[in-house]
């Protein structure tokens, strides 16, 4: 049987810390609560890690964090060779904070990636150093420091960035939300979550399940490390914090 876990982190990614209830665990020895906020693996983000804080003042340390049986269920992985919670015991939660904060980062910098380049997305993945989004570009026909000039240009105006939940009927009616050219985000919930850029987000707005910081500028400086060719018609972009390196 799969569980349904309250996903905290959809609705306010800076939560640090919280309490919950083990309601289950796997063969595996993965923990599964009533309420998280331990981003799952998904979307090209890798999942939280952390520690758990229990009722006799024991931790847990949490080495992973993925999605199980569905998107809902959200299973904790423990470092090997620690002494697991029960099912029904209270523990508090604490997200390895630091590294979060670089992938919320990070995951706002893909965003405007695709804004500076609006073309169908082949691919993506967030890390907290070096992340990467491919494109279905025949020729480029950008450099990367005019890539990286125009992302400034988007940090610097500190543009707000928010949530909004729209309903299935219209995201149906506004396909072109959809900037991924192979993967649809699931529908059928009744809701789909966008991340929007911009007031009225006038800069951007796409389905998206992941965690991002609350501003432009809360990305700080970031620019294009280089513009790999992959196959006839993809082009990676590698994205990286801090100014260019200097030639």
Known sequence: MAF?????????AYLKTTEAEVVGLTERGGIVLDRTIFYATSGGQPGDTGSFERTDGGHVAIAATVTGETKEEIIHLPVDGQALPVVGEKVRLSIDWPRRH????????????SVVCPFPITGASVAENDSRVDFDIPDTGYAKEEVTARLM?????????????ISDEEFAANPGLVK????RPPSGTG?????????????DSQPC??????????????????IEKKGRENRRFRIRFGPPPVN
């Not at 349904?4 to 306010?12: C, E, I, N, P, V």
């Not at 240009?153 to 939940?165: K, M, N, Q, T």
């Not at 809701?191 to 800069?203: E, F, M, S, T, W």
């Not at 399940?209 to 280089?226: D, L, Y």
Request: glycine share 8%.
């Open 180 to 183: 991924s050219k192979n993967v």
């Open 102 to 113: 670089l992938l919320m980062r990070m995951h706002a910098a893909c965003h405007l990636l």
């Open 191 to 203: 809701r789909i979550r966008l991340v929007c850029i911009g007031d009225n987000a006038i800069v």
């Open 153 to 165: 240009e988007l940090v610097h105006a500190d543009h707000p960035i928010f949530i909004r939940w």
């Open 4 to 12: 349904r876990t309250q996903a905290l982190f959809r609705d306010d």
């Open 209 to 226: 399940g992941g965690t991002h910081v609350a501003s432009t500028g809360e990305v700080g400086e970031i620019h294009i490390g280089k």
